[in-house]
């Protein structure tokens, strides 16, 4: 049974890092994309990085970008990452990573194919 778990969303202060985790269990295939969304309070989901297994990376506009985000992953370890730097109040939200089963990307939009299989979500709170 595919399973994901993300983990390490929490309150911070404008300003801070974080960095959410989203490990993987249960896929065996070395052929995936993994896309990290977000939902804000009262919006809609918007998709926000994508990393296939190849090691190809997009980011989605409007959202922190690459500017302010960083998606990788431990191949070992089986988890996919997504580091916000210098996070601001907008982006509050819960922070959901999902696999579609094939790695092809879609520049700008995330997963070429479409993602099969989700995690729950981490929190993340931007406060002062």
């Known amino acids: 049974k595919v399973q994901l778990m993300e983990s390490g969303g929490m309150s911070v202060e404008p300003g801070n890092s974080l960095r959410l985790s989203c490990e993987m269990s249960?896929?065996?295939?070395?052929?995936?994309?993994v896309a990290w969304y977000r939902q804000a309070p009262g919006k809609e989901r918007e998709a926000v990085a994508a990393?296939?297994?190849?090691?190809?990376?997009?980011?989605v506009n409007p959202g922190p970008g690459k500017r302010r985000s960083t998606v990788s992953q431990n191949k070992e370890k089986k988890t996919v990452y997504l580091q916000i730097t210098d996070l601001r109040v907008e982006d509050t939200a819960i922070y959901y990573c999902?696999?579609?089963?094939?790695?092809?990307?879609?520049?700008?939009?995330?997963?070429?194919?479409?993602?099969?299989?989700w995690g729950s979500g981490t929190p993340v709170t931007i406060s002062s």
């Open positions: 249960g896929y065996m295939a070395d052929n995936y994309c």
């Open positions: 999902a696999l579609a089963e094939h790695r092809v990307l879609r520049s700008g939009s995330g997963c070429q194919f479409p993602v099969k299989y």
């Open positions: 990393i296939g297994s190849d090691g190809d990376r997009t980011y």
